[in-house]
């Protein structure tokens, strides 16, 4: 129970520095000396529980220095890359279905006139990197508070999960990695238990490999919410009790947000052991039916403001909470689960399943019996008040008291530098490896390849239908075996509007960085579209590397600018987003960056459910069509990838014509002209038909010389990534209507559903493809583990 | 006269907001209570005619799926239970429910209230969400299943519903026709092919000796409407009523004999 006690105000800037690295503070000189001044002008010295939560509200987790940063860009002075693109596209959008976005833990939309949705994604890389099974399922867990914490019951979870290849040769790991396999299964398996026993589905997401996530594995996990408009509030006054609901507070997860700001090393795991929390996804769902209880009592809500403990645990829960008010908090009141905790620890711990609730003097009673029957720990720790300081008392002293307004006012912006070369050197291709293609073999080959290979044993292991809302699920086709582009949830039993969850990202595009960020937003929304999914709000969230480093920070800006092009362009607004920087291994002088990842969850609506629309195809002699034009975009392919060729156009996207097709289609789906549809994306035309056939156990004859297309190559035709393409089947009869409907984008009528179970790919006659489909599906059930 | 059914929560208990949904189509007042409240006394279990026990995971299925929930039925309600079972009520224990009544011994002899079977860890070893097909045993005694179709199809979703008896027990349920569903083909034939779960025999769901407790590892509440089925999109001919709703049909129209 101590508390130390420095005297900064007098302190040389080594000393600062000094102070920093003992404390592991992770603050930078310029915010040293800010807090140096402070403590000169209050004329005092500085406690350690004081330094901490400068260190945790000031942490690039918690405030996002980056985004926030003056950046110049060549000859560009950019003011903040969130406020100049992000928020900005948002700003100009001006929805007025978009009810809170970028203010509460998750951003809040329009459902329909009674309820809305709640959205949020995060990453859980740092932990995940340490500890697999743990830093996973406490990412679920922390992501599920942010929804609860706007009132909002979670009733979805996604996961994206990047590895490195799972064929890497063990001889060839380094000792003290995990192998990409341990690391997939254990992730799976952190995912698996905590969604699956709070009770909440998955049901979206993808796995990617790329090998530069050796050492530092990405888990985006996300969650969609529902909540009756009326009953979000955030209106908390002084007097109002604050209640600590859920577990207790242990030496688990201290730092984790200032560890989740750094570099990972070879001593990483031995100074932040305690940075990784423990999950227990009971006491999680006790709160969360606490909280809806709270929520839903007669009398209104029974509490002014319930928020998450994340990031920076108590420290930055209460402190921006009550930012404009003022708070005092009693340390001792906080049930432990280590007694000889430190003052300093207690206020900056990130144990698990904790939840923050301001609540009237006249509704603790009843409160406090809600959370009793849960058998969920409530306790009173403070006071709200006006005082504009955060007051920390352990027994009768104080051991902190700092004012709100230079905590948050204050943290100096920086500037920084980015800077990346033009990419002007054109890589010719060579094509000398590409002739006498074995075209079948190609094929099979895309199709196993680890990308692209089923992950039904992952998807199995997920509970995707609790809460029987899952109308469409994640696994499709006469054997529920095929990968569905989106899920559409049907949120309230009473209603058939419906909710559409799907995502976009390839980081092999990243040799493009401007190019990659719009394609994640176009495979976000083609995801949707193909299910039926409209009105599309857009969630950001970047992995990257080392943003000090000048290029890295200039894939980042013109991934920002590409966001704010497409938001514009799509009419599809950001109402949510987070960064994840820092993401890479430093090993003596070598850093191993990871390839810059941005993932684009997209959140469309459905009016009625019923309408919806799978990948599989449905009936033989139904007409397939192709809609969108392929170009000469196989830069970052998987085809490319496979033959080891760089270099390449990165498929680009026109986002204003992709917007009229996509309005085209939901047309033809909304008057059922529409059997199948499914995007193409990573392995281009031919892996997406190969998967529509999978879903339907059926074959297809395709003419490949009907493609909109200025190519004549087979394979390019064949395996090109252009964006905004989509494979739609038609029912006999109705290719009128629906090429009526669909009248002015680049179509084409380019084959048929067979019911014999063969692939078949022609061009002018000859037969490019011939494949039975029990081989595709062979392939395609190539085991990644 | 709508009769009052109990849908019964613990810490951890998940699909109780689907489940009352389901009572609510099939004709029935639900109401969702927390155990704690049963266990205070504040309200008791004879103010209902029908009890269901959901899904989930109670108390985190510590020790094994459904103990601790066992052990609270079987120490703090016993009598209540007991009682609302001997006059005949409905019970339905679904997925971690039926864990809890085969623990605490209510099934599948709820006369004599010992454990003699279990549901244990999935042979694959790991959670499974997946659709099955399920044979009816024609001859079962179960009430809530009376006039079921030969074979029906349901979500699992679960990591301990593998079914295990002793030799003589078992001898006993299939020859008193306790034994209500069977793992099976789409045309019902019953293999080990069609097992997700390594159960004995092939069991997913059994009944009490008097036909009026059952117990059953899928998910009935899960679809009882047409566009539940993981398939809706293929087959637009699926009739509106899910496979699951009779059993709460079943059970609500027996409930209403205690109103």
């Known amino acids: ?785 | 006269m709508r009769p009052k059914c109990l849908v019964l929560r613990a810490a951890g208990t998940n699909c109780d907001l689907e489940t009352a949904e389901a009572i609510k189509i099939a004709g029935g007042d639900p109401e969702i209570l927390h155990i704690n409240v049963l266990i205070k006394g504040e309200k008791k279990l004879d103010d209902y005619q029908m009890l269901v026990i959901p899904g989930g995971f109670s108390y985190a299925d510590s020790i094994s799926a459904g103990k601790i929930l066992s052990n609270i039925l079987k120490n703090n309600l016993k009598h209540q239970l007991k009682k609302f079972i001997d006059e005949g009520k409905p019970v339905l224990g679904v997925c971690n429910g039926f864990q809890a009544l085969i623990k605490s011994g209510f099934l599948p002899f709820s006369n004599e209230v010992n454990q003699s079977a279990s549901l244990i860890i999935n042979k694959n070893g790991l959670f499974i969400d997946t659709w099955v097909y399920l044979k009816i045993n024609p001859k079962s005694i179960c009430l809530l299943t009376k006039n079921s179709p030969n074979v029906i199809y349901l979500p699992i979703n679960h990591g301990e519903g593998r079914f295990v008896c002793n030799k003589k027990e078992l001898e006993k349920i299939f020859e008193s026709n306790q034994v209500v569903y069977l793992y099976s083909s789409i045309n019902g034939i019953v293999d080990e092919a069609y097992n997700p779960n390594g159960s004995v025999m092939n069991i997913a769901a059994i009944t009490n000796e008097y036909g009026n407790v059952f117990g059953i590892m899928p998910h009935p509440e899960k679809f009882v409407i047409k566009y539940q089925h993981p398939n809706w999109t293929r087959f637009p001919n699926l009739k509106e009523e899910g496979d699951g709703l009779f059993i709460y049909s079943n059970a609500v129209k027996l409930a209403k004999k205690f109103c």
Not at chain 1, 31 to 43: D, H, Q, V, W
Request: charged fraction near 25%; aromatic fraction near 10%.
């Open chain 1, 1 to 785: 129970m101590i508390v130390n006690y420095f005297p900064v105000y007098d302190f040389s800037e080594k000393e600062l520095i000094e102070l920093n690295e003992n404390l592991s503070l992770a603050l930078n000189i310029s915010e040293l000396i800010a807090i140096k001044n402070y403590y000169r002008s209050e004329k005092r010295k500085a406690s350690d529980v004081e330094l901490h939560t400068f260190s945790q509200l000031w942490s690039e987790h918690c405030y996002h220095k980056t985004f926030k940063s003056k950046i110049v860009f060549n000859n560009e002075e950019i003011d903040g890359l969130f406020k100049s693109y992000i928020e900005k596209a948002t700003k100009e959008l001006n929805k007025e279905w978009c009810l809170k976005v970028f203010e509460d833990n998750a951003g809040i939309i329009e459902f329909d006139e009674e309820y809305a949705i709640a959205v949020k994604v995060e990453t859980h890389n740092h932990p995940t990197a340490l500890d697999p099974f743990s830093g996973a399922h406490t990412g679920v867990g922390g992501i599920y508070r942010d929804i609860i914490g706007v009132g909002a019951r979670p009733i979805a979870t996604m996961d994206y999960l990047f590895f490195a290849y799972p064929t890497l040769d063990y001889n060839n790991l380094p000792p003290d990695a995990y192998h990409p396999k341990i690391m997939l299964k254990r992730v799976v398996a952190g995912i698996a238990d905590y969604g699956n026993k709070v009770g909440i589905p998955t049901v979206n997401g993808c796995v990617q490999f790329h090998n530069s996530y050796l050492r530092n594995p990405l888990v985006f996990v996300g969650s969609v919410g529902i909540l009756p408009k009326n009953k979000y509030v955030r209106n908390p006054k002084p007097g109002h009790k604050m209640l600590l609901v859920g577990g207790k507070t242990g030496r688990d997860g201290i730092k984790g947000a200032s560890f989740a700001s750094i570099s990972i090393t070879k001593t990483t795991g031995v100074k932040y052991y305690a940075a990784v929390q423990i999950g227990n996804p009971i006491e999680e769902k006790k709160i969360i039916e606490g909280i809806i209880r709270a929520r839903d009592h007669p009398k209104g809500p029974l509490y002014s403001l319930v928020t998450d403990l994340g990031g920076g645990g108590l420290a930055v829960a209460v402190c921006e909470s009550f930012r404009n008010l003022g708070a005092e908090i009693s340390l001792d009141k906080i049930p432990l689960k280590h007694l000889d905790m430190d003052p300093w620890e207690i206020w900056i711990s990130e144990s698990q399943e904790r939840m923050l609730l301001a609540v009237p003097e006249e509704n603790l009673e009843e409160i406090k019996r809600i959370f009793d029957e849960e058998d969920c720990e409530a306790t009173v720790i403070g006071e709200v008040n006006d005082s504009k300081r955060v007051v920390i008392k352990q027994g009768e002293s104080v051991v902190g008291n700092l004012s709100l307004d230079f905590l948050f006012s204050n943290p100096p912006k920086l500037t920084l530098n980015a800077f990346l070369a033009s990419n002007n050197q054109n890589l010719s291709i060579n094509e000398q490896k590409l002739i006498k293609l074995d075209y079948n073999q190609v094929l099979l080959s895309l199709t196993s390849d680890p990308n692209i290979a089923s992950k039904e044993w992952i998807i199995r292991q997920y509970d995707h239908e609790v809460g029987a809302r899952t109308i469409i699920k994640p696994l499709q086709g006469l054997n529920l075996d095929a990968p569905g582009d989106a899920a559409v949830l049907k949120p309230l039993y009473h209603s058939w509007k419906g909710i559409v969850i799907s995502n976009g990202g390839n980081p092999n595009y990243s040799i493009d960085p401007y190019r990659m960020a719009l394609s994640a937003i176009d495979e976000a929304i083609r995801n949707n579209v193909s299910c039926g999914g409209r009105r599309i709000a857009l969630l950001d969230n970047f992995s990257w590397g080392n943003p000090m480093i000048k290029e890295e920070l200039a894939k980042l800006v013109l991934a920002c600018k590409a966001c704010y092009d497409g938001a514009k362009g799509y009419d599809a607004p950001f109402i949510s987003g987070k960064d994840s920087l820092y993401n890479e291994y430093i090993e003596g002088n070598e850093r191993h960056e990871i390839v810059p990842t941005l993932m684009i969850t997209a959140i469309g609506i459905i009016p009625d459910v019923r309408k919806s629309v799978t990948m599989d195809f449905k009936r033989s002699g139904n007409y397939v069509y192709i809609l969108g034009f392929t170009s000469d975009e196989l830069g970052g392919s998987l085809f490319y990838r496979k033959f080891g060729i760089d270099g390449g156009e990165v498929p680009n996207v026109n986002p204003e014509r992709a917007k009229i097709i996509y309005e085209k289609v939901i047309k033809a789906i909304d008057r059922g002209l529409v059997k199948s549809c499914h995007d193409c994306s990573e392995g281009g035309l031919s892996v997406a038909i190969a998967e529509m056939c999978i879903g339907g156990n059926c074959g297809v004859e395709i003419d490949l010389s009907k493609v909109p297309t200025n190519l004549n190559k087979p394979y390019k035709i064949l395996f090109s990534e252009s964006n905004s393409r989509l494979i739609v089947e038609v029912a006999q009869g109705y290719e009128k209507e629906f090429e009526f409907a669909i009248r002015g984008i680049p179509f084409a009528k380019i084959g048929y559903v067979t019911s014999e179970k063969r692939l078949v790919f022609s061009m002018e006659d000859e037969k490019i493809i011939d494949l039975e489909l029990s081989d595709i599906i062979k392939a395609y059930k190539t085991s990644i583990v």
